[in-house]
């Protein structure tokens, strides 16, 4: 990630303003720390504190070990004002979140009442037996702040050492979203900065990170004079999501209409350096933006699919409502459906073989008639490890997209892994739909998608 910073110079009292509060994450548990579980709930908070005007400054792992714990709230209680901390909650013998937060206090655990009768209320309900580990659930460091855990049985809870305030939340993310949010931010109203944090996103497809990165370079400092004297915070940050990279440009400052009227002068010249790699803003992905187009002008889509074995159709249907443009697909892995179902000719695939444009563009064509649909889309390459010629090696991609009045193919070659070649496929199948639907988006030479 790179990232560049642009703000304006004022004089007076209204410049000279305090550090912004900032925050560490903790992430609690064995599991995260083996790769078994993906840190989603740092990626929450992240967000949602950013969103809230608290710069995050750090986030750290820790294991389920007493002292990890502790070594890592010293460590958090360096870095800023704020922890917020997730996991170890839980009633087994390696749930130790309690019991290192109340040695790191220098006081004993209590069992919280309200969270104890209501458990107590429940497994007499259905006729279980409270054992001595569900009681280790309903424990909170002796003077800490409840948080109500409205989903689940641990509460949280909040602590506050040495000028530091800390909050403790379950690991499980449909407990922790809520508690953060409900219990959480209320207590924090008092001390948020008054700022307010506006993010625009910018996905493309077809230029690597540092391309996009070039296409941006002085990006802020070259439309600084448009931009108004109210005091602006902006930063520009780039992720590779492959294969697409995303552009995000954070906003910061007191008043959200010139944060709007900042971001407004700005979206015109990303957009315009971006060009037609640009296919999409915000949170839709590549799938829900070609869905979206095909819902507006009341079209469907058909797929046909070799190497990547219904990849597309699974992306595809990932966004609800896609029933209402998506027909329906066919997977031709072996040449026999792609003779006996999609038509495609033996002297095709003799003379040209299975990956080539003229056995695609059989494909794309051909399912579009079979299931009505209008576009078709198909995809047939050489995901490997093995099967690659010369001619043809691993990565070789032939995709095409076709409609009734034109058909379009495309040569794609990645030399990555099986996965990498199926997924960058997919991606280029639908971009392909995509610049169909919007053929200025073919005029771009240096898109390599």
Not at 54 to 66: A, M, W
Not at 195 to 203: A, E, G, H, L, S
Not at 293 to 306: P, V, Y
Not at 407 to 431: F, H, M, S, Y
């Amino acid at each position: 990630m790179q990232t560049q910073t642009s703000h304006n110079d004022h004089s007076g009292s209204d410049a000279r303003q305090s550090a912004p509060l900032s925050a560490t994450l903790l992430t609690i548990g064995d599991e995260l720390s083996r790769g078994e579980i993906i840190d989603s709930n740092a990626a929450f908070l992240g967000s949602e504190l950013t969103a809230l005007g608290v710069y995050v400054r750090k986030r750290i792992g820790c294991n389920d070990r007493l002292e990890d714990i502790v070594a890592a709230l010293d460590d958090a209680a360096r870095s800023g004002s704020l922890i917020f901390a997730s996991g170890g909650l839980g009633p087994t013998s390696d749930d130790l979140t309690v019991d290192a937060v109340s040695a790191w206090l220098g006081v004993s655990p209590v069992q919280e009442p309200v969270h104890e009768e209501r458990m107590r209320r429940r497994f007499a309900e259905r006729n279980f037996a409270i054992t001595p580990n569900n009681l280790r659930q309903v424990r909170i460091p002796a003077g800490a702040t409840v948080l109500s855990n409205r989903t689940g049985a641990a509460p949280g809870f909040s602590v506050e050492k040495n000028g530091v305030r800390a909050f403790f939340m379950p690991g499980v993310p449909r407990e922790m979203k809520p508690m953060f949010s409900e219990q959480a931010v209320p207590l924090l109203s008092a001390v948020l900065p008054q700022t307010v944090t506006v993010r625009r996103i910018y996905r493309t497809l077809g230029l690597g990170e540092s391309h996009v990165d070039h296409r941006l370079a002085d990006l802020l400092s070259s439309t600084e004079a448009q931009r108004h004297a109210q005091q602006v915070s902006v930063t520009i940050h780039y992720r590779l999501a492959f294969p697409e990279v995303l552009v995000t440009l954070v906003a910061s400052g007191a008043d959200a209409t010139r944060l709007d009227e900042a971001l407004a002068v700005l979206d015109v010249e990303v957009r315009r350096r971006l060009g037609h790699a640009l296919y999409g803003t915000g949170e839709d992905e590549l799938s829900a933006v070609v869905g979206k187009a095909l819902l507006a002008r009341g079209q469907t889509l058909a797929t046909a699919e070799s190497c990547t074995g219904g990849m597309i159709g699974q992306t595809l249907t990932a966004v609800p409502g896609s029933s209402a443009y998506y027909l329906g697909g066919v997977v031709a892995y072996d040449n026999s459906v792609k003779r006996g179902v999609l038509g495609v000719s033996e002297a095709t695939l003799q003379e040209h073989g299975a990956v080539s444009e003229a056995c695609v563009r059989q494909m794309a064509e051909s399912v579009r008639t079979l299931l009505g649909a209008t576009y078709g889309v198909s995809v047939s390459g050489i995901a490997g490890p093995g099967g690659g010629t010369p001619d043809k090696p691993v990565g070789t991609v032939w995709l095409a997209a076709s409609s009734p009045e034109r058909t379009l193919c495309r040569l794609i070659q990645w030399p990555g892994d099986r996965e990498q070649v199926r997924k960058i496929a997919t991606a280029a199948a639908l971009n392909l739909v995509h610049k169909l639907m919007f053929p200025e988006r073919l005029s771009d030479p240096a898109l390599r998608l």
